[in-house]
Nanobody, 123 residues
Framework: VQLQASGGGLVQAGGSLRLSCAAS????????FGWFRQAPGKEREFVAT???????AYADSVEGRFTVSRDNANNIVQLQGNSLQPDDTAVYYC??????????????????WGRGTQVTVSS
């Protein structure tokens, strides 16, 4: 499956952004999707994941502010970020895995990655 993330940009602290990840070339409904981010000088970190049937999990740092969702009819996964803070500044990546079907917080579990989209939050 090929993944393409979009929707990044510049936003002021306290604002919101919605990132989208369009998938093609695979059977969308069988994949577990994850969102990760990487800030300059830091390692890639887990943000959120969503299962085939819509169960989700979040990093503690975004719990209550970010929401991940999937649209199986249109092959899109979205990440809604609210109350954004400068620490949320990073390149955001979407990823997919087919097996196993369980949620995963480790980047090593995912074997399909899209190009990232930059999110910059100004103070």
């Amino acid at each position: 499956v090929q993944l393409q993330a979009s929707g990044g940009g510049l936003v002021q602290a306290g604002g919101s952004l919605r990132l989208s990840c369009a998938a093609s070339g695979g059977t969308f409904s069988i994949y577990v999707f994850g969102w990760f981010r990487q800030a300059p000088g830091k390692e890639r970190e887990f943000v959120a994941t969503i299962s085939r049937n819509g169960v989700s999990a979040y990093a503690d740092s975004v719990e209550g502010r970010f929401t991940v969702s999937r649209d199986n009819a249109n092959n899109i996964v979205q990440l809604q970020g609210n109350s954004l803070q400068p620490d949320d500044t990073a390149v955001y990546y979407c990823a997919a895995k087919a097996n196993p079907y369980s949620l995963a917080r480790s980047a090593r579990a995912y074997d399909n990655w899209g190009r990232g989209t930059q999110v910059t939050v100004s103070s």
